[in-house]
Structure formats: structure tokens, C-alpha cells
């Protein structure tokens, strides 16, 4: 059950609607999460500009690997259980490279140095080692992309956190953190 307050559509603040409108438009509903962070248009603007950001940079699958892997670290069933239903079911991944992503690792080799660097940062708050940032670079990641390696971190924490304060109701086929 949801701890804080999950709108529906019609009783979300008018300057969260057209943000609302637009996910609809896009994914055909609008996930609990849109609704739940609608409930602060400054967060809900300020996340979608975040997030429509990240979309331009690494590709979609590296973007999913890293969301798992980064569920997976702050125990948010809510974010493994959307991100699964995405990877399977929108990028085509297998339930193989779903598991290796919520184990920090990945079967494609140049991905797999991103998810373990987005793993060790999760964990590590972001105090990683020398030798971490020079394995990622090593499989051909630039310092820019490092950087949006972090923000895709920085951005998956926040959903996670809020879904774990929110306990919000999953509306997917539901992942757990201990599975």
C-alpha cells in the first residue's frame, strides 16, 4: 500500500497534467511513479528534463542494465519490477542478461564494464578506485559517458529511493530485490 499520496489523473496539480498527458501519449498509461512524483510538479519537471537527457546519450539497453543493476543495489522492487518488464518486453533482452544486470554484470562485454562501474559507484557512493574508472575507459567508454554512467545512477536513486519511502503500489509483474 502506498505511503504517500498517489494521484490519479484528475486530482494532479494542473501543471503536472501535460506531463502526465505526455507519458500516456508515450507509454499508454501512466506508471504509478509518473503519478506519484506529479504530486510535486518542480520534481516531476525537474526529473522528466533529467531523464529526456540521459535518453540522448548511451544506448537503450546499456540505460536498462544500469536501472536493474542500480534497483537491484537499493532493494526497489518497484524499479526491478518496471525495469524487467521493460528490458524483456520493449528491448528485447533475455531473462539471462536481466539476471546478470540485477548481479552488477552484463553478457555483452563493453556493457558489462558500464553496469559493474554503475554497481560500484551505487554502492560505493560513488568513492570508486582508480582502477575502476580506468576498466570502463579500457572497454572504450569516454569521460563523458563516465559522467552519464553516474547520472544514470543519480537519476535510477531517485526513483528507487522515492519508491522505497512511497512503498508504491507495482503495476507491473512484480520483481523482488531478494529474488
Given at each position: 500500500?502506498?505511503?504517500?499520496?498517489?494521484?490519479?489523473?484528475?486530482?494532479?496539480?494542473?501543471?503536472s497534467?501535460?506531463?502526465?498527458?505526455?507519458?500516456?501519449k508515450?507509454?499508454?498509461?501512466?506508471?504509478?511513479?509518473?503519478?506519484?512524483?506529479?504530486?510535486?510538479?518542480?520534481?516531476?519537471?525537474?526529473?522528466?528534463?533529467?531523464?529526456?537527457?540521459?535518453?540522448?546519450?548511451?544506448?537503450?539497453?546499456?540505460?536498462?542494465r544500469?536501472?536493474?543493476?542500480?534497483?537491484?543495489?537499493?532493494?526497489?522492487?518497484?524499479?526491478?519490477?518496471?525495469?524487467?518488464?521493460?528490458?524483456?518486453?520493449?528491448?528485447?533482452?533475455?531473462?539471462?542478461?536481466?539476471?546478470?544486470?540485477?548481479?552488477?554484470?552484463?553478457?555483452?562485454?563493453?556493457?558489462?564494464?558500464?553496469?559493474r562501474?554503475?554497481?560500484?559507484?551505487?554502492?560505493?557512493?560513488?568513492?570508486?578506485?582508480?582502477?575502476?574508472?580506468?576498466?570502463?575507459?579500457?572497454?572504450?567508454?569516454?569521460?563523458?559517458?563516465?559522467?552519464?554512467?553516474?547520472?544514470?545512477?543519480?537519476?535510477?536513486?531517485f526513483?528507487?529511493?522515492?519508491?522505497?519511502?512511497?512503498?508504491?503500489?507495482?503495476?507491473?509483474?512484480?520483481?523482488?530485490?531478494?529474488?
Amino acid at each position: 500500500m502506498n505511503r504517500l499520496n498517489v494521484p490519479t489523473f484528475d486530482n494532479a496539480p494542473e501543471a503536472s497534467k501535460p506531463t502526465l498527458e505526455a507519458v500516456n501519449k508515450k507509454l499508454g498509461v501512466v506508471p504509478n511513479l509518473f503519478r506519484l512524483i506529479a504530486s510535486s510538479p518542480a520534481a516531476l519537471a525537474g526529473y522528466m528534463s533529467f531523464n529526456d537527457a540521459l535518453t540522448k546519450t548511451l544506448d537503450a539497453k546499456t540505460r536498462e542494465r544500469i536501472a536493474l543493476a542500480v534497483a537491484q543495489v537499493n532493494g526497489c522492487d518497484y524499479c526491478l519490477s518496471a525495469h524487467s518488464y521493460i528490458g524483456m518486453n520493449m528491448l528485447k533482452m533475455t531473462p539471462e542478461e536481466i539476471s546478470l544486470n540485477r548481479q552488477g554484470q552484463s553478457g555483452d562485454v563493453k556493457a558489462n564494464a558500464a553496469v559493474r562501474f554503475a554497481t560500484f559507484v551505487a554502492k560505493q557512493r560513488g568513492k570508486v578506485s582508480d582502477e575502476e574508472i580506468q576498466k570502463v575507459r579500457d572497454a572504450g567508454f569516454s569521460d563523458a559517458q563516465l559522467v552519464e554512467i553516474v547520472a544514470l545512477v543519480a537519476e535510477s536513486t531517485f526513483t528507487n529511493y522515492l519508491n522505497n519511502v512511497a512503498l508504491t503500489d507495482i503495476d507491473f509483474p512484480v520483481v523482488h530485490a531478494e529474488d
